[in-house]
């Protein structure tokens, strides 16, 4: 509804134009559409949202293994991944789909920082699997690291970390973490199989298995001088996965 005040100036909306005074002179622009939610819509939104909670979950559980060497854009990405990955469960309804009753796997191969892809850096494939005691098996197959592997410049030494994180999504109960260490250098002719079983993953837990490689220089005194940073630092999710 429009009014004419005194001056005769209309101020007031008629059918998609707005009429409105600025300093006594008579305007008129048109009026913006209302963006109206459909249902589908309203249902999307709110299952991002919870997958934006998730996601900010998992990530605080892994700052020890990140130290924040991830690329600007590694928040926004993981976000939309697992959103996708959620999205893919197309037998359930919206705002029903989970982490604990869709195929996570899609997660698998996510890179946290864009800059230096882990599978650039290391071609062995890790295996990794729970057992029927909820243990899960981690699998490096034997490989030689001069030809299957790149080391940072000016090193020929790197640890291999593998992190486990066991996060339960649903209730603010302490996380499980786990970790161990392959240490790596150039000149081994080759390293043999190496299989871990001894992790028990507890029942009801979102489980996020990470590789990450971390390259030094030797020092005599601080023993290891790492190099990683900002954009240097493979690390890839190897598993994504809720347990029973």
């Known amino acids: 509804m429009a009014r004419i005040n005194k001056k005769n100036i209309i101020s ?15 305007f008129v622009k048109a009026a913006s ?33 990140l130290l924040t060497f991830t690329d600007t854009y ?7 991944i697992f959103y996708a990955t959620i999205q893919n469960n197309t037998s359930i309804p919206k705002e029903q789909r989970t982490p604990w009753n869709s195929d996570m796997s899609g997660l698998i191969g996510f890179e946290f920082n864009s800059h ?12 990794t699997n729970l057992n029927e ?9 034997e490989f030689e690291p001069k ?7 000016n090193t020929g030494k790197a640890d291999l970390v593998m992190f486990s994180v066991a996060i339960n999504l649903e209730s603010n109960r302490p ?35 990470i590789a ?15 190099v990683n940073h900002s954009e240097l630092n493979p690390s890839t999710i190897i598993m994504a996965k809720h347990t029973l």
């Open 12 to 26: 007031g909306r008629i059918k998609n134009f707005i009429f409105f005074d600025l300093h006594g002179e008579q």
């Open 33 to 65: 559409d209302t963006i109206k939610q459909t249902k589908a819509t309203k249902l999307s939104s709110g299952e991002f949202i919870k997958c934006s909670k998730w996601t900010k979950q998992i990530r605080l559980c892994l700052d020890p293994i």
């Open 74 to 80: 590694m928040y926004k990405r993981f976000t939309s």
């Open 116 to 127: 230096s892809p882990f599978s650039d850096y290391f071609f062995p494939i890790i295996t």
């Open 133 to 141: 005691e909820n243990k899960l098996v981690i699998t490096i197959p």
């Open 147 to 153: 030809t299957e592997m790149v080391f940072a410049e």
């Open 175 to 209: 996380n499980f973490t786990e970790h161990f260490i392959v240490p790596i250098e150039i000149n081994v002719p080759r390293l043999s199989e190496i299989i871990v079983a001894n992790i028990e993953i507890p029942a009801s837990h979102f489980v996020v298995v």
């Open 212 to 226: 990450k490689l971390m390259f030094y220089k030797p020092n005599e005194i601080t023993i290891k001088n790492y």
